[in-house]
């Protein structure tokens, strides 16, 4: 069946980095899209960015474009973000997402990020 397992939260102070990661199985992971969402607390989830499934054309939404940088590894099946340039609003649970925004077909349990001095 299909699993996606995110690591990497924690704590981080504003201005600092983060590196998720989300460990698929469960199938075929090079023909897919992947993405990223976040929920914040008390508040809808968001989209944050998405990859196409040969890596290329990554996209990202406005609030954390040219902070964050998605990328992807199919041979070891795992798709990553990059976030740097922490701020305390990027605080939320980040789900990796099977499929792209609007498309998604499975998401993972999430990890919580908590940006705070």
């Known amino acids: 069946q299909v699993q996606l397992v995110e690591s990497g939260g924690g704590l981080a102070q504003p201005g600092g980095s983060l590196r998720l990661s989300c460990a698929a199985s469960?199938?075929?992971?090079?023909?897919?899209?992947m993405s990223w969402a976040r929920q914040a607390p008390g508040k809808g989830l968001e989209w944050v960015s998405g990859?196409?499934?040969?890596?290329?054309?990554?996209y990202y939404a406005d609030s954390v474009e040219g902070r964050f940088t998605i990328s992807r590894d199919n041979a070891k099946n795992a798709v990553y973000l990059q976030m740097n340039s922490l701020k305390p609003e990027d605080t939320a649970l980040y789900y990796c997402?099977?499929?792209?925004?609007?498309?998604?077909?499975?998401w993972g349990q999430g990890t919580q990020v908590t940006v705070s001095s």
């Open positions: 997402a099977k499929g792209p925004e609007g498309s998604v077909e499975y």
């Open positions: 469960g199938f075929t992971f090079s023909k897919y899209s």
């Open positions: 990859i196409y499934p040969d890596g290329s054309e990554p």
